[in-house]
């Protein structure tokens, strides 16, 4: 079922409009408190043109994607422009407390966060993909903030952008801080995830239908356990220190291993079982994980 069509928001001043807010002190950045926000049109999806950072509560109904959140208490979560964020109940305004950060990437031109900034997976990540803070956690995250709000309501002089730029990084810092710890107590619904992601990929590989389509894509991976590629890849990073595209050709070795040994099948034929459209690619690959050919490593059993 196709969504919303979303409404734009190519400026911070429109947002300002949008919520019901007075035009922002500045226009490339604003901090505006949720709980105030007025406007109760029926536009039921926004894409940004700029980014979002937001520490909410009681945000239960908004989506992202196909993807609700599934908690009420507090949550960071992070967007880049020309993501898409929308509601469940026909309004983008429901009942919530906390804060929202704009910031045009104009912003940061000329700085070493407009290039740092695309570092940080967490703004690829989805909305339900959001940051659980502890109470000690969020009160750090709001002093930085309350900074940057001092710094943008009061001393708006030559110094200030080099201020808030700090600031900004200090924020990003702790929050790949906190995600990472996120990673490590979420254990039970992370190794949930890992142990799907090695049936996804499982049954490709014995699905005789995939033959000749192709090796499975972290995209593919990604969308059969109804989470982003970032959060995946970030995810298992933490818990295996490999890349989700790694992990894909360590299944893959292992299942070619298993045809090599248990099987007539020619090299060419476990090849294209396998989704390599070339002999020879497969052939380099198990060479560059084994150090041993295809056929070096089916002699060893004979």
Known sequence: MKGPTPYRLKSITE????????????????????SGITNNSNIDAVLFDVYAISLKRGCNNLIYGQQKYDFDEGLMAFMAPN???RSEEGGITPKMEGWMLFIHPDFLWNTPLAKK???YDYFSYATNEALFLSD?????????VDNIRSEYHDNMDKFSQDVIIAQLELLFTYAQRFYERQFITRKITNHQILAKLEGVIEHYF????????G??????????LNISPKYLGSLLKQLTGMTTQQLIHEKLIQKAKEKLSTTDLTVSEIAYDLGFEHSQSFSKLFKTKTRQSPLEFRASFN
Request: proline fraction near 6%; charge should be neutral.
């Open 15 to 34: 947002i300002h409009r949008l919520a019901g807010f007075d035009k922002p002190k500045h226009p490339l950045i604003s901090i505006i408190d949720v």
């Open 83 to 85: 993501q898409i964020l």
């Open 117 to 119: 900034i695309k570092q």
């Open 136 to 144: 000690k956690e969020e009160s750090i995250m709001n002093g930085i």
């Open 206 to 213: 014995n699905d005789q239908n995939s033959s000749g389509q």
């Open 215 to 224: 090796l499975p894509t972290v995209q593919f991976v990604a969308d059969r």
